[in-house]
């Protein structure tokens, strides 16, 4: 450009990025016109910094293209003297940064999801682990002498280290998929007693938050081939979802239909449902 910023050659790239036929078809232009209006003035700072310096690097703007539209693009420009060190032009390099952009949002945006899900697994692992060292205590101080109390102590504190395990393997399958190693562990099943062993270890939680937790009566013959560890964990966590998002008072049942060759698994709540608009996301 010249010193007042009108474009006296650009080449075919930077017509195509904004929109134009041909690098003719630009010239005259003021490239102050190709910046969004909202960030002329930092242009214009830019460009006084760019005669005191000499050059600057790796600024980012909203351009505009011909028809209005906009993108962003990373900037170097530098100033040109004459023989004598006159200013005599501006020169810059525009880069179309559109697409990295997106992919930094993206991952800013997993960041964040993960952060989140920490937060919720460091949650979620506190609480059997707090149920779990009562347990221990009391029973380690001699505070409970009964056998049979003993007994049930020891039962709850073992369905205790079942869900800390759970939550472990959960974690690790979830490192597995990320660098695709996850083997299912195919083996018959019945899906009938797997969803009585969920419902049973859920019966206290619900109880203490006055939730009904129940089985509907289930086909006899419930058998598949199933991965029995991963089963039940889809399970406990639809389960230990319901619970979640119910209100006391709240009924929750899980019921499992033969039908067509193919075995169905219901968790029915009366909890919070998801906005119509976020049902895409599932799955």
């Known amino acids: ?137 009391l029973l380690r101080n001699g505070k409970v002498t009964d056998s049979d109390v003993q007994k049930e102590f020891l039962t709850r504190a073992s369905r205790d280290v079942d869900h800390l395990m759970d939550m472990v393997n959960e974690l690790l399958d979830i490192s597995r998929l990320e660098n695709d190693r996850l083997v299912l562990n195919w083996e018959e099943l019945d899906l009938g007693a797997v969803i009585l062993d969920v419902l049973l270890s859920f019966q206290e939680k619900a109880i203490a938050q006055r939730i009904s937790l129940t089985s509907a009566p289930m086909d006899p013959s419930m058998i598949a081939e199933a991965d029995p560890s991963r089963m039940r964990r889809v399970l406990v966590n639809l389960v230990d979802n319901a619970i979640k998002f119910s209100e006391a008072g709240g009924k929750i049942s899980v019921t499992g239909v033969k039908q067509n060759g193919n075995l169905t698994i219901n968790v029915i709540d009366q909890g919070f449902v998801i906005p119509a608009e976020d049902l895409s996301k599932v799955f």
């Open 1 to 137: 450009t010249d010193m007042e910023g009108k474009l006296v050659l650009c080449n075919q790239q930077t017509a195509r990025l904004h929109g134009y036929d041909s690098p003719e078809a630009m010239k005259g232009i003021n490239v102050f016109e190709l910046i969004a209006p909202e960030e002329r003035q930092l242009a214009v700072q830019n460009n006084l910094k760019t005669l005191e310096e000499g050059r600057v690097t790796n600024i980012d703007y909203i351009l505009l293209r011909k028809d209005g539209s906009r993108f962003s693009a990373e900037l170097n420009a530098a100033l040109i003297r004459d023989a004598h060190g006159t200013p005599t032009a501006f020169i810059g390099i525009t880069r179309d940064i559109t697409a990295w952009k997106h992919a930094m949002e993206a991952e800013k945006q997993l960041i964040k999801l993960k952060e989140e899900f920490i937060a919720s697994v460091s949650h979620d692992l506190r609480t059997p682990l707090f149920s779990l060292s009562g347990y221990l205590d």
